[in-house]
């Protein structure tokens, strides 16, 4: 490995050890039983019965904080790995050089046409490859999404699974349905509807996700630290 490429290196690792450190941390909390509040039906929805989990996220500061310095890390170690090799290559303005990731594969072209012109062709076309466009790389387009504004790293509660406390009661339910709290019909909590016998007794556990994507946030950095990883490895 080139000396170049140590600071892109050593962004990568920090970014994905703290990555398994918010997983212990989260991990846990999926096991959970959440406690669930009866609702007044929504206006037109009034054949099911309606309920809420309006426990807040727990620690959220902390992991939206944690999760901020993943983003930046990973996304850091992208702009290094183009500085680095522009350095190798002679290039002595590291400032006008990163990594572009871009809305479409034009916009992509004409940023690269100005951040990458200290690479060869060759270097050039091994990051083209990665195709850094939204609908080109959904990985790497998120990312750059949730590096550049807190909205698009917004948590959400998604439910993981909600449904009888008792195995022997499935049969009871004959509708379920469920909601993550940024599209429940009741704001900012996750929800659940049910068509079931009245006695019946509902469960949940959820997990911690982002609202941009549906996805679970441990599942979305790895995705994020997968596609930065292969990036790097592209230049040994």
């Not at 170049?4 to 999926?30: C, D, G, Q, Y």
């Not at 594969?105 to 060869?120: C, G, I, M, P, Q």
């Not at 068509?195 to 979305?220: C, K, M, W």
Request: no cysteine.
């Amino acid at each position: 490995m080139t000396a170049h490429l140590i600071p892109a290196r050593t962004s990568f690792a920090a970014a994905s050890e703290k990555i398994r450190a918010l997983a212990n941390r989260v991990t846990p909390m999926a096991a959970d039983l959440l406690h669930l509040t009866p609702q007044p039906a929504p206006a037109g929805k009034e054949a099911l019965r309606w309920f809420t989990v309006d426990a807040p996220l727990a620690h959220e500061d902390e992991i939206e904080a944690a999760i901020a310095a993943i983003v930046a890390a990973l996304r850091e170690a992208l702009d290094q790995l183009v500085v680095g090799l522009s350095i190798a290559n002679g290039s002595t303005d590291a400032r006008a050089h990163g990594f572009p990731i871009a809305e479409t594969e034009t916009s992509w072209r004409a940023a690269a046409a100005k951040s990458l012109t200290a690479l060869d062709a060759a270097q050039q076309a091994r990051i083209a490859i990665l195709k850094p466009w939204r609908g080109g790389n959904t990985g790497l387009y998120q990312l750059e999404v949730m590096n550049r504004s807190p909205d698009g790293r917004r948590l959400t509660r998604l439910l993981r699974y909600a449904g009888p406390a008792r195995r022997s009661q499935h049969a009871a339910i004959r509708r379920l349905s469920s909601w993550p709290s940024h599209l429940s019909p009741f704001p900012d909590r996750a929800a659940i509807a049910v068509d079931a016998d009245a006695d019946i007794e509902l469960a949940a556990t959820s997990v911690i996700g982002f609202a941009e994507t549906g996805r679970e946030i441990v599942d979305q950095l790895l995705e994020f630290e997968f596609e930065v990883g292969r990036a790097l490895q592209e230049f040994g």
